[in-house]
């Protein structure tokens, strides 16, 4: 049995902040970056998702130290990967706002996207 | 001025459910595909996200007319694109379930992602 | 100083097998995958690259055991990794064939595209 | 019948120029843009594939004038696709240079990608 519920601006502010984390996520992994490149990957990742609707702002982080972790292959860089990444977003739909992030969990292994806090402009 | 609401059940539904069509979209989208591929494709997109969390079971749908429309250049294949996809995804976070879908809006000229529906599991 | 050359049918066979490698990897790695799972990407991943100009044929594995050491964290998927790639692509491109590969190097820490084979059907 | 021949500096230039350009393509078509942020995914992109094995250096032009064609839908934004991209890429491994382009072609309606020139450093 369930009950049906009318959708609000709060649901779509939610549904639309985790599109823009997870179309961050599956479209810029994978990106070759090495220490001399991931300040224009973090600009272009924040820029690019920036333009899709709905969203106030966005910061992108990427890990410089665990780049570096990486390349001690002899190729000289490595690609990005979810972990790297630590992104904060502020989403609106009408009146109501979300703030979301996306940062490596140590405890879960895992890059964890996360409701930080919904309010409602009033 | 704002007010913080506490998180619930049903946002973390709506936020997982739109984690989930821009992972896929932002995944699978620019993948070579014909006519003969297009079910294996339809196969491994749905249930790649099948995997994810709180997925309670999703179907996918690729536009064969469109892929046909495609098909026009001398080399026979085309690359999937967000408007030939047709999702259905049922999302459950402890008792809160969603229903959303990503779908070509042909007034809007955009493959929409939209809430369907939200219920409570009693 | 350099001396320029006329562009033979090898030379394409080639090109457009770095391509169909470089394609595959960036395409799909990142794919939410487990042991359920995997057999389906691995038939869309071949599918998909096989419908591309100039592919013979082309045979995709996925390594299982690496899927298997991913799947500790607690949601029970992991990613597809380039690691986890093992590719072996026939390319014909007039009389020219070539045969390249994609798999895991443990030397390097690095899934190493290569050219195997250089033939001329006669 | 076949027969084999060795693998020259000349073959392996060409199986990386390849790699690139496809690894271009399948990474970062579908990334949301508007005339705001082209600047910026250019650079990103140009940045991203010049840290890869080989690369002498590449240049990446993103079509403006597609991109405003593309923005009539009411969202402001569209995404990268391989017609809007013009690349020059240029290889060198060992004493074996080549200059490869990725660039729309009206008459094949298709993103070519394309050999331009192969020389010897002598």
């Known amino acids: 049995m369930s009950t ?3 959708i609000t601006e ?9 599109i823009k984390l997870g179309a961050l996520y599956h479209q810029f992994t994978g990106s070759p970056v090495n220490l001399k490149t991931v300040q224009s990957l973090e600009k272009a990742i924040a820029e690019s998702i920036s333009v899709q609707p709905f969203v106030e ?3 992108v982080r990427i890990d410089r130290d665990l780049i570096r972790a990486r390349l ?3 190729f000289g860089y490595c ?6 990444l630590d992104v904060v977003l502020n989403m609106r739909y009408g009146n109501a706002m979300v703030k979301a992030t996306m ?3 140590r405890e879960l292994d895992y890059p964890l996207m996360k409701i930080e806090e919904i309010s409602d402009i009033v």
């Open 4 to 6: 049906v519920n009318s």
């Open 10 to 18: 709060r649901d779509n502010a939610l549904f639309e902040a985790g």
């Open 57 to 59: 702002n966005i910061s």
């Open 72 to 74: 001690n292959n002899e």
């Open 79 to 84: 690609e990005l990967e979810g972990r790297m």
């Open 103 to 105: 940062r490596f969990n």
